[in-house]
């Protein structure tokens, strides 16, 4: 599905790569262990998705589970159902360790709780963002998916806290959306990472507000045809129109700042972050940068969802 504000990320030009035919990522297994079979069994006794026997999961059924549980818990804000996410994607890839798709969600989890816990803990955020990029650099190696290239990127970017790290890490964050656009050149969310991206990197070094509302606008056409086969990704449309609120938000344009976040609402009516933060913030007159002046940070307020890559420079 708070604290200090840090400099805006620059993402370098991307590395060129190849285009690369989508090819499934769902790896099936038949039979499933009857010591596996126990192994799941204790997560759904922890709180995780219930509704499945256990003796009937396999690789599919649990990338749906977590697919769905993943994406309620940041629409809701709940840390809870999150926590209970990450306890099943672990049993799930620790159990079928060469399945795409559950590195991959492992890798999304551990994301996610990082964005949770940037502001409160950095330490820890940090250590889940490097654990989430060894899972997506995982699921990239067995299949790669232009999500998993473009989540990796923005885990690189978000660890980013200075002008030496900017140098490393940026490079790696620039190649890894670049090898995105190639695989996914029509995906939505990547497109959506990328404005976010450009949101928080001042227009000299090829951001602004501007250019993330091209980008917004652009993944906003990209979910009208947007159909992905469970289990793949499918997160992103309602988070589109928030961030593309607060870009005109931040352009002074507020009527079309709340028509975006209706918008967000009409897709996902209990989408937290738009109803209990940004709408209220429209409605005290301010933009999101005067609510970061406030000390409340924009990329991650307290129940934001996934952020894209940190800025390395002031805001613009």
Partial sequence: MSGSCKPSHVTPPPMPAPPVPRASVVLRHSVLLPALALLLAGTFQLGAPRGLAAQTLDPVELAERLRAGLDEASIAGDDDALGHSVILARRAVTAFPDDALLNHYMGYALYLLAERT???DVRAAHGSLEEAESFLERSIEIQPIAESHALLSSALGMRIDGAASAMTLGMRSGAAMGRAKALGPDNPRVRLLEGISAFHTPSMFGGGHEAALEHF???????????????????????????????HAALGQADEARAAYERALELEPGYVWVREVLLPRLGEGLTPQGADRCGSRLRRPSRSPRGGGPPTGPPD
């Fill in 217 to 247: 606008l652009a993944a906003i056409e990209l979910f009208a045809e947007d159909a992905p086969e469970s289990p793949l990704p499918a997160w992103g449309h309602a988070e589109t129109y928030a961030w593309l609120g607060q870009t």
């Fill in 118 to 120: 940037m502001e409160t």
